[in-house]
């Protein structure tokens, strides 16, 4: 079976690769290598980085860089660092970096244009959850998390996080602290670029793309913006699930809204999610 599962990973990955060369060969991407910026769209995981890909894709001069998601939960290797120091003109590469201070330094020192993506703590821990519990059973913490006794259990031990595994909810958010105090990073929230599809709204979907292009410094109508914003919430990435807003009240029961908010402690608030911390399931 996980032989299966990794065959058809790959597979949809080699897809994924081919289909963004061959937009990549478009007349504004190859004006693009000459002109468009560089782009590290950074992001939370399972926070939506399929949606601000969509929206780059999009973008005119735009190209995505061929690697799989660059993530580095420890100190920056030489590895992430050759796959940043190598974005090119017109190129944007996805990935899950926390603040390591070599990073930033290279962002800055390349003049890469630098966008976080992040999305309700909560939505992000059932979409954790549901991932490595049955959408990619070759996942390490697969294995782990399938010797807990049932499904509220498993996602107990999400929020709480698992030594080698999963990082707790305070920790992974931690990890990114520096991003939200750096000037020259575009913070973009999940809810706010999913549109109506996926429970946001349209206006502020709008707005959302017109303050990523004015970030990156590309150039780009009302009308593309507008067709931006209508063809990017799609069903079939690879790691889709449901991808609404909210979802975690659905999910969530009295006991993991009390571990979450213990573990979370200020989080939402700091965040904008919630004004307080009385807030509470369905």
């Known amino acids: 079976m996980k032989i299966i599962v990794k065959t058809n990973r790959a597979i949809v990955f080699s897809k994924k690769i081919l289909r963004t060369q061959l937009m990549g060969l478009r007349l504004s991407s190859i004006k693009g290598r000459y002109t468009a910026p560089k782009v590290l769209t950074n992001s939370i995981p399972k926070a939506g980085t399929n949606l601000m890909e969509r929206v780059l894709m999009l973008m005119p001069g735009m190209r995505m860089a061929a690697s799989r998601t660059v993530l580095d939960w420890g100190e920056c290797s030489s590895k992430t660092e050759r796959k940043l120091i190598n974005i090119k003109k017109g190129q944007f590469l996805n990935a899950h970096l926390p603040s390591h201070k070599k990073v930033i330094d290279i962002v800055d020192r390349k003049n890469i244009k630098s966008i976080l993506m992040i999305r309700d703590p909560r939505d992000v821990v059932i979409s954790n959850y549901k991932y490595v519990n049955e959408i ?147």
């Open 136 to 282: 990619d059973i070759t996942h390490p913490t697969h294995k782990i998390i399938s010797t807990l006794n049932d499904d509220n259990e498993r996602l107990l031990a999400v929020i709480r996080g698992i030594d080698g595994a999963i990082a707790s909810v305070d920790e992974l958010w931690r990890r990114f602290d520096y991003w939200f105090n750096d000037s020259n990073t575009l913070i973009v929230k999940y809810e706010d670029l999913v549109g109506p599809l996926g429970g946001g709204n349209l206006k502020t979907q709008v707005y959302t793309v017109k303050n990523i292009a004015e970030h990156i410094g590309v150039n780009i109508s009302s009308d593309e913006i507008e067709y931006i914003a209508k063809n990017i919430y799609s069903s079939k990435a690879s790691t889709f699930r449901k991808g609404t807003v909210g979802g975690w009240k659905k999910t969530f029961n009295k006991e993991h809204i009390q571990v979450f908010k213990k573990q979370s402690k200020d989080l939402l608030i700091k965040l904008g999610y919630e004004s307080n911390n009385d807030w509470e399931g369905s």
